[in-house]
């Protein structure tokens, strides 16, 4: 079982075949319901880690979440495309203390 430091900080430990991909986030509503996605080919380029997904039979698979806190306007966009926005404590622009879930 791979551990945090074969992917982090990267490119970690090259012996891991280490891959990072990130998925597209959305606003969740009022009934707490929400989906998520991201695709990656085998042999994609995975930068800055050096591998990339090698086979999708024996890949160890690891989903993090993280919650940007309530919906800003004017800054909604941000919070759902990217890894950082409205997270202080991640070095975004916002004040909320983001979590990993």
């Given at each position: 079982?791979?551990?945090?430091d074969?992917?982090f900080?990267?490119p970690?430990n090259?012996?891991a075949g280490?891959?990072?991909?990130?998925?597209?986030?959305h606003?969740?509503?009022?009934?707490g319901?929400?989906?998520?996605?991201?695709?990656?080919?085998?042999g994609?380029?995975a930068?800055?880690?050096p591998?990339?997904?090698?086979?999708t039979?024996?890949?160890e698979?690891h989903?993090?979440l993280?919650d940007?806190?309530?919906?800003?306007?004017g800054?909604?966009?941000?919070?759902?495309s990217?890894?950082?926005?409205?997270?202080?404590?991640?070095?975004g622009?916002g004040?909320?203390l983001c979590k990993?879930?």
């Open positions: 079982m791979c551990g945090e074969d992917a900080p990267p970690g090259i012996a280490s891959s990072v991909t990130f998925g597209a986030g606003v969740v509503g009022g009934d319901q929400a989906s998520f996605g991201t695709h990656i080919r085998v994609a380029d930068a800055p880690w591998v990339g997904l090698l086979n039979r024996t890949a698979i989903f993090v993280r940007h806190g309530p919906a800003i306007p800054m909604v966009n941000e919070q759902i990217t890894h950082n926005a409205a997270c202080s404590n991640f070095g622009t004040d909320y990993q879930l």
